[in-house]
């Protein structure tokens, strides 16, 4: 595929390019007419790619229609390890960027996810699934979304993540790629996004994680989780609960402004993860960064209780 730069320097022409102009309204200029000679006339079909479409416009290339719908930067990401647990994935010194696309094809199938990139300068970022260990059709982003993984199915489109460095020189230049081969387009990623991207990811300490060891039957326990934001940027802890005994997990999503600390409860049924007294169940708090358990032991009720 090539690059941009190779791409304009080459002088292809873009065959059937057509903006909607869903955000600005406007519309594809008329194709130039060119006489040859007195008795012949053509029409030409060349179109420059087409550069800084506002994230959200609809555009038309070459009969497939596509609107991007949605962007937006995680410094973690919250998924399904298995059917009962969940767990969280941060990579290693990038975000991971979702993007969400309407894609309808005139004909045929949508294209390819890989007709898609996040482009800065030079480099371009192809789509990623699995994200670091997370695939991404269980994956559960933030931000709103609710699109599936991207499709190529009659109704196409849909979720694709990419993972961008954090802090990335280029970020002001962020843009959505879609290029068929034959067929160009751009669309600048809001201002706000590339902002983010262009700054340091969010850490977080986790203070505190600490409950009962003992509960009586037919009470509720209640864990107690604090956390810090140790960075200079806000951001969102996640953290997945998952206990033992009725197998079962519990997302958890904490906004927190640079430098605040915060802290949640969460009430545990203890009825609902025994079947008897003297039993035992887990609750095991994944952060991304580490995985920490306590044990609660459910006990009988004392007469006087």
């Not at 060891?213 to 969102?236: C, F, K, W």
Request: charged fraction near 20%; glycine fraction near 10%.
């Amino acid at each position: 595929m090539p690059s941009r730069r190779q791409y304009l320097k080459a002088g292809v022409g873009l065959v059937g390019v057509g903006l909607a102009g869903c955000l600005s309204g406007s519309e594809s200029p008329d194709a130039e007419t060119e006489t040859e000679d007195d008795s012949t006339a053509t029409t030409a079909t060349e179109t420059p790619a087409i550069e800084g479409l506002p994230f959200g416009t609809e555009t038309t290339v070459n009969g497939v229609t596509i609107t991007p719908e949605t962007v937006h930067p995680q410094a973690s990401v919250f998924y399904i390890s298995n059917v009962d647990w969940g767990d969280i994935e941060r990579l290693d010194d990038e975000w991971v960027v979702f993007v969400s696309l309407s894609v309808r094809a005139a004909s045929g199938s949508p294209p390819e996810k890989d007709s898609f990139r996040l482009v800065a300068g030079d480099e371009e970022f192809a789509p990623q699934d699995p994200v670091g260990d997370a695939p991404l059709n269980v994956v559960r982003p933030g931000g709103g979304i609710t699109a599936s993984p991207y499709s190529t199915e009659e109704d196409g489109g849909g979720l694709l993540a990419f993972a961008v460095p954090e802090a990335i020189d280029s970020a002001s230049d962020l843009r959505l790629q879609y290029d068929d081969g034959d067929a160009i387009a751009h669309w600048s990623l809001p201002d706000d996004t590339k902002a983010r991207i262009a700054g340091p990811r969010p850490t977080f300490e986790l203070v505190t994680y600490d409950g009962p060891a003992q509960v009586p039957e037919g009470e509720v326990a209640e864990l107690t989780i604090t956390v810090r934001n140790t960075s200079s940027v806000d951001g969102v802890f996640r953290g997945s609960l998952n206990t033992t005994g009725l197998y079962a997990f519990h997302e958890l999503s904490l906004p927190l402004e640079a430098g605040a600390e915060e802290t949640v409860t969460h009430p545990l049924p203890v009825n609902n993860f025994v079947g008897e007294p003297n039993s035992s169940f887990s609750c095991n708090l994944r952060t991304g960064e580490s995985e920490y358990e306590h044990s609660i032991e459910v006990v009988p009720k004392s007469d006087d209780s």
